[in-house]
């Protein structure tokens, strides 16, 4: 097949693959990438290897019938592989059975995941385009990444802006802060990615060179290393979802001292004066002051003095990790620091203000590109329901329960199928133990996969589908002026077809075909997406190349007609012509409309309560003494590659690092390389120990991403081998408002493992057989 070099772009990068007849060789990061990352070497050995799906697989037991069985039906069973055919029957029929027994809203899709970054090829638009033709699904909305800041965020400023775009941009930080003030952090690892694709990932160099005009660069975390690489920065550590009270201590200060900018609150924002009197303490006899910030946050009171009248002083930046808002009342700390920043006067101003997840992604704090990409359509869905996407085992444990969500009232329906493309449920959710029991209500679990993830060995069936390097695909992202024309480098592995080639053969057998193909094949939907692109961009002032010369050329670097915006400039510039979305077209200190919902848990201003889980709880955490922080990993996407040569790299004893405060592993006989035990009443996980001094005391850091590895049966029960941190996170919401995850707030015990440790057997492919191991099934019908 000879040799052949092709870009192609990732969600973490922008590399170069070469294919020597027909196999992959080589993967190097694109030359025009300044800082790019690693994680793009793990495709090596993995999209050809031992763990991709091969053929169609069912479970034995499902296919026997057993879909009732006790709660350890889906775990390591064995598959029958069978052929297409004979898979998209068995699906399209038991779809059909479903809907027409129970209605669509039986059937749950929440598909949430980071699947491919090309626009077609995009596993969970392409599964929810599919159902939308056949009447629809029970969906989810909202993100585990950033849930209670999408539904906070409008209340206050109208919109989800400067959360995942429109940030005020890097070049007016770097020319006029003077203090950047980083609430949760600005961690390397997670600048490494960006949804759609990344291509330059310039985090790093723009805040060099802020620093190098002047600015100071405070990180305000529990983890010194929470901060940008090769950049001045001082700690500020504090206690876990202590940022509140740290906040709010801030406020109390320029209220005290008069720095507040009184000229700012009045003609921009509303509500002030119900939060000037909880802050000093007049509507519930408590200030909010540095002394009492200080017992609940381990923050001297006179650092915290002195930080707000440095912020009052001169042009200063809140940056607020995505992180803080994942933890019991998630939603104040987003809006506590909005207060604080209006306090200040600075939103609107270049270098100033506010923003949300700055070095969360990529992205953020880069130009938007001035026109939207397009993305293939998914049509409108005909079912009602829906859910808050960390609410899923509540969902499947709960039919005909009803929750409360940003002011109504909602009920489960009975979800009978779950069918599930482009994500892993076993990584993202909280508590998985819980999820695992969830996971068993279904009568039909149904994956796409292209490996044997958690996901796909918990399912009823699973087929296989394409890596990115095995079809043709589009790659542009609206942060990103480079697109990429993602051409298939390798053949696909075994019979793994791509998605839409799937969904198109079950829309056949359920008659919506030419709803769902509208009469394209998957290059013919490339170039029309193109088209589109064209259309956009022209619109905006931007020439795109005609699409034969971008095909043959494999990418193209546009024209910005962005380059430079500040987070709610005009607003401040004219709040008349551009009022915010919000009833009262200002910033909302005071929220008549959540204040109406009488949440207990969500007043209707910015306000401390206590987390239910965390350090300051006495009596949970004599028994738990350690809060767990379980941050994104810095060698893969989520649980992405996690069987990749950077990933394993990076495993102690062959699990998932645990970071821990050197005096904690001391008082545990703990020892650097020690496989661990971490433990609460919610389950317990085998990790490997790596003492630091880049934690506070009573904090242990163990990052998400490791394939969850429960124990086989002969091992300890109830042990996940791997180092999953979810198996102790709380499947609990923020509050009322958002239902949103909460896994930063979790307490738990750490201690040197003794016996023998079990092996690591996440990495081990199921047991699989074909149709000639099952006496009597090869007549039954759809398996002939």
């Not at 385009?129 to 009447?135: A, C, D, H, Q």
Request: aromatic letters at 8%; glycine letters at 10%; one cysteine or more.
């Amino acid at each position: 097949m000879g040799t052949a070099t092709l870009l192609t772009t990732m969600h973490w990068g922008t590399y170069e693959v070469r294919a020597e007849n027909g196999r992959l060789v080589g993967v190097e990061p694109w030359s025009g990438d300044p800082d790019p990352s690693p994680i793009g070497r793990s495709m090596l050995g993995t999209v050809q290897g031992e763990l991709r799906v091969a053929r169609p697989a069912i479970r034995r037991g499902w296919l026997e019938g057993n879909r009732s069985s006790p709660a350890s039906r889906r775990v390591d069973e064995p598959f029958v592989e069978v052929s297409w055919e004979t898979a998209l029957d068995i699906v399209a029929a038991e779809l059909q059975r479903v809907r027409s027994t129970h209605g669509n809203s039986a059937v749950y899709a929440g598909s949430y995941g980071w699947a491919s970054a090309g626009r077609f090829h995009h596993a969970q638009g392409q599964v929810h385009r599919f159902l939308n033709t056949i009447g629809g699904y029970t969906g989810s909305v909202l993100s585990y990444s950033y849930g209670a800041a999408e539904i906070i965020l409008p209340h206050v400023l109208g919109s989800t802006d400067a959360l995942t775009g429109n940030h005020t941009t890097w070049d007016g930080i770097e020319e006029h802060a003077k203090l950047i003030v980083a609430f949760g952090g600005l961690p390397w690892r997670n600048t490494q990615v960006q949804g759609g694709g990344s291509a330059r990932h310039e985090a790093s160099a723009a805040l060099r060179n802020a620093v190098a005009n002047g600015a100071r660069l405070v990180n305000v975390s529990p983890v010194r290393d929470d901060a940008p690489r090769g950049v001045e920065t001082e700690w500020l550590p504090l206690r876990p979802n202590s940022d509140t009270a740290v906040m709010l201590a801030l406020c109390h200060v320029l209220i005290r001292e008069g720095l507040h900018d009184e000229a700012f609150l009045a003609r921009y924002c509303t509500g002030f004066e119900t939060v000037r009197a909880y802050i000093l303490g007049q509507s519930d006899g408590q200030p909010k002051d540095p002394a009492w910030a200080a017992k609940l946050s381990g923050v001297d009171a006179a650092t915290i003095d002195a930080l707000a009248r440095d912020m009052a002083a001169d042009r200063t930046m809140l940056m607020v990790s995505w992180s803080l808002q994942r933890a019991d009342h998630g939603e104040q700390p987003y809006w506590t620091a909005i207060t604080l920043a209006a306090l200040l006067g600075q939103i609107g101003l270049p270098g100033g203000g506010i923003g949300f997840g700055y070095s969360s992604t990529n992205g953020a704090g880069r130009p938007e590109m001035g026109f939207r990409w397009p993305s293939v359509p998914q049509g409108k869905n005909a079912v009602a329901h829906f859910i808050p996407v960390a609410r899923m085992a509540d969902l499947l444990l709960n039919p005909g329960g009803s929750f409360d969500f940003n002011g109504a009232r909602l009920t489960y329906p009975d979800i009978r199928l779950v069918y599930w493309a482009g994500g892993n449920p076993f990584h993202h959710h909280q508590d998985l133990n819980r999820l695992v029991e969830a996971w068993q209500r279904p009568e039909t679990v149904i994956v796409n996969e292209q490996f044997w993830t958690a996901t796909a060995r918990h399912a009823d069936i699973v087929l296989p589908v394409t890596t990115p390097l095995e079809r043709n695909d589009l790659a542009f992202s609206n942060r990103e002026n480079l697109i990429v024309a993602m051409k298939q480098a390798i053949e696909p592995f075994q019979q793994a077809r791509d998605d839409f080639a799937i969904f198109a053969d079950l829309a056949a057998r359920l008659g919506t075909s030419e709803a769902f193909t509208e009469g394209r094949g998957a290059d013919e939907w490339i170039r029309h997406l193109y088209g589109q692109a064209v259309e956009n961009a022209n619109a905006a002032g931007v020439e795109m190349p005609p699409f034969e010369r971008f095909w043959q050329d494999g990418h193209a670097d546009l024209a910005r007609s962005v380059t430079s915006q500040t987070f709610l400039g005009a607003f401040r510039a004219d709040p008349e012509r551009h009022p915010l979305a919000t009833p009262s077209g200002r910033i909302e200190l005071f929220s008549a409309t959540i204040e109406s919902f009488s949440y207990d848990d969500c007043p209707g201003h910015a306000a401390w309560r206590e987390p239910r889980e965390w350090l300051g709880n006495e009596n949970l955490a004599e028994q738990f003494p350690l809060h767990l922080l379980s941050p994104q990993p810095a060698d893969k996407l989520h649980s992405q590659y996690d069987h990749g040569s950077v990933s394993r790299a990076s495993k102690v004893a062959g699990r998932a690092p645990l970071l821990i405060n050197r005096e904690d592993a001391a008082a545990r006989g703990i020892v650097d390389g020690a496989v661990v035990k971490v433990f609460n009443e919610r389950g317990s996980c085998l990790a490997g120990a790596v003492l630091t001094d880049s934690l506070i005391p009573g904090v242990v850091q163990l990052p998400t991403g490791a394939w969850f590895d429960p124990a086989r049966p002969g091992e300890p029960e109830g042990l996940e081998k791997h180092g999953n941190p979810n198996v102790l996170t709380p499947d609990r919401g923020t509050s009322r408002l958002a239902q949103s995850p909460t896994c930063n707030s979790t307490l738990v015990q750490v201690s040197r493992f003794t016996g023998t440790v079990p092996p690591v057997t996440a990495f081990d492919p199921p047991a699989t057989t074909d149709l000639s191991d099952l006496p009597g099934m090869s007549g039954r019908k759809g398996l002939s």
